[in-house]
């Protein structure tokens, strides 16, 4: 089968894992945990990193700093496979990051940078690299902004390729309408359940996404953590369960989820079938440190969905 050719823009991150936190030592006091690690994210590079590893040809854009932290994100990203030319650095800055302790459980919180993610302009970037593209991703579209964003994915649509968003931001009406205008020219709306309802104001799941549909968006597909996926459309609502798992680290399960979501729309999947192979991307990569955690491929997971129970 063509491998698909596949442009992801936008946030950019570093993350540093700590893994075993139980609790922040006091004062200067120090404390033992089990791993440390960093791996590439975001919305942007999380999702090219997965997309690559199941077999796209991935090129991302994006900005970074002229520190460290960039240099090592983009030498983990071309690690990846990823075809890291778009992206642009920005001096006076640094490269974003994430500080996550990872809880016994999987749960994440986090400090994070924006640095140069802030930076990034539609100016930054050349249309003309969308040609031979199929699929373009947006990954953070609150940084650009409605109008800009919409500007970019129409280009992309009138060029011939499908669309989707994903958004760092968490749920609030404020930053809804702060993007509106790009949600008419996105075929494929991916965020998780509580930005839904925050954006919409409505605890139904359901209601939310029927109100970004009737925003624009051609499909809204919520993850919902341990249960699942929802696929919402005009014209069909579908429920797609979780895998049972140990979880080891939530990180980048969204961005998993959306990598493995857009693979099977591009290789002709229905959405039940795409959302199911997203559900069994993001289980997979909960059972390691980040969006890189161990070796896999498209084969690897569909095995993984083939012998794993649902939820």
């Not at 996550?100 to 930076?119: E, L, Q, Y």
Request: aromatic share 6%; net charge negative; charged share 20%.
């Amino acid at each position: 089968m063509t491998r698909s050719k596949i442009a992801t823009l936008g946030v950019h991150v570093l993350d540093v894992h700590v893994l075993g936190i139980e609790s922040i030592p006091r004062g200067s006091e120090g404390a033992l945990v089990d791993t440390i690690a960093f791996s590439p994210a975001g919305t942007a590079g999380g999702t090219a990193v997965v997309l690559s590893r199941l077999g796209a040809d991935v090129r991302t854009f994006g900005a970074v700093g002229a520190d460290a932290i960039g240099r090592s994100l983009v030498a983990l990203l071309g690690e990846q496979g990823v075809d890291t030319g778009g992206l642009v650095v920005k001096t006076g800055v640094q490269t974003s990051s994430s500080v996550i302790p990872v809880r016994p459980n999987g749960d994440r919180p986090a400090w994070h940078c924006v640095g140069a993610n802030a930076r990034f302009e539609l100016s930054d970037f050349d249309f003309d690299a969308l040609d031979g593209v199929d699929h373009l991703h947006l990954g953070g579209p609150e940084f650009l902004g409605g109008q800009t964003a919409g500007q970019l994915l129409a280009e992309a649509r009138g060029r011939g390729l499908s669309t989707s968003m994903d958004i760092l931001a968490a749920g609030d009406p404020g930053t809804l309408e702060w993007i509106a205008e790009a949600l008419p020219h996105t075929d494929f709306l991916l965020p998780n359940d509580e930005q839904v309802r925050g954006f919409t104001g409505t605890d139904s799941l359901l209601e939310g996404a029927r109100a970004l549909l009737a925003r624009g968006v051609g499909c809204v597909a919520p993850t919902r953590g341990g249960h699942g996926a929802l696929v919402v459309t005009d014209q069909e609502v579908i429920e797609v369960p979780a895998y049972e798992i140990e979880v080891v680290d939530t990180t980048g399960c969204g961005d998993a989820f959306s990598a493995g979501f857009l693979t099977g729309h591009l290789r002709g999947l229905d959405l039940e079938a795409a959302a199911r192979l997203g559900c069994a991307v993001a289980a997979y990569v909960a059972q390691g440190i980040g969006t890189t955690a161990g070796v896999y491929d498209l084969t690897a997971v569909e095995a993984f969905a083939a012998s794993a129970a649902t939820r």
